[in-house]
């Protein structure tokens, strides 16, 4: 079981970071996936890291702007949002699966390769 966290509201230009947090088993070695869906918009994988953590992937949209980072030791993926921007705002869900997120991995493929979502946490990006 995986459950995020670390949702809100925050102004365009604020942060925010969201936490995963698996229970239940140990995930280092598992690629984490960060996915969001917005009302009216196809869902959308936006980030990844492999279970080293060697590699991390992000979308065009996010690039510059969001970190994926993990914590094994407490079973945790976080990912650092800055300078947010309204069309951030969606609800974002983790997910995991194995042998995806190597280096270069195209992050359009996300939907397809993870298993399933989380229950997710909102973000709302809002002046």
């Known amino acids: 079981q995986h459950v995020e966290s670390g949702g809100g509201l925050v102004q365009p230009g604020g942060s925010l970071r969201l936490s995963c947090t698996a229970s239940g088993f140990t995930w280092q070695y598992y690629a984490i996936g960060w996915f969001r869906r917005a009302p009216g918009k196809e869902p959308e994988g936006v980030s990844c890291i492999s279970p080293s953590g060697g590699a991390t992937n992000y979308a065009d949209s996010v690039k510059g702007r969001f970190t994926i980072s993990r914590d094994d030791a407490k079973n945790v993926v976080y990912l650092q949002m800055n300078n947010l921007k309204p069309e951030d705002a969606a609800m974002y869900h983790c997910?995991?699966?194995?042998?995806?997120?190597?280096?270069?991995?195209?992050?359009?493929?996300?939907?397809?390769?993870?298993?399933?979502w989380g229950p997710g946490t909102q973000v709302t990006v809002s002046s």
């Open positions: 997910a995991f699966t194995s042998g995806v997120c190597y280096s270069d991995y195209d992050v359009s493929l996300m939907l397809d390769d993870f298993g399933s």
